[in-house]
Nanobody, 126 residues
Framework: QVQLVESGGGLVQAGGSLRLSCAAS????????MGWFRQAPGKEREFTAA???????YYADSVKGRFTISRDNAKTTAYLQMNSLKFEDTAVYYC????????????????????WGQGTQVTVSS
């Protein structure tokens, strides 16, 4: 199982930016799908963004155009650049990885991921 360690969370004013990083262990990082989920207080955990080994990306409608997911295979690290942050982006953000191939299905379901990080808190003040 891959170990994932998130960093980069913090407190930011609305309209500001943050970049989350997710350092992954393991030799097969380049063949994993990587993603981010988030969970706000009192709400269900929700899909935020994912990037495939091919570079194909998926985004939740709520973050499309504001967030960008990327990966650096040489550093075995995934990133989530978050711009134009809103109060409603406040949540714990979890990095996830998947070593399983799901043909033709967008990697948006939490059941698709077999490794989860501990999470990093992002707080956006209004």
């Amino acid at each position: 199982q891959v170990q994932l360690v998130e960093s980069g969370g913090g407190l930011v004013q609305a309209g500001g930016s943050l970049r989350l990083s997710c350092a992954a262990s393991g030799r097969s990082f380049s063949s994993y799908a990587m993603g981010w989920f988030r969970q706000a207080p009192g709400k269900e955990r929700e899909f935020t963004a994912a990037i495939m080994w091919t570079g194909t990306t998926y985004y939740a409608d709520s973050v499309k155009g504001r967030f960008t997911i990327s990966r650096d295979n040489a550093k075995t690290t995934a990133y989530l650049q978050m711009n134009s942050l809103k109060f409603e982006d406040t949540a714990v953000y979890y990095c996830v990885s998947s070593s399983t191939f799901y043909n033709g299905i967008p990697y948006t379901g939490p059941w698709m991921y077999d490794s989860w990080g501990q999470g990093t808190q992002v707080t956006v003040s209004s």
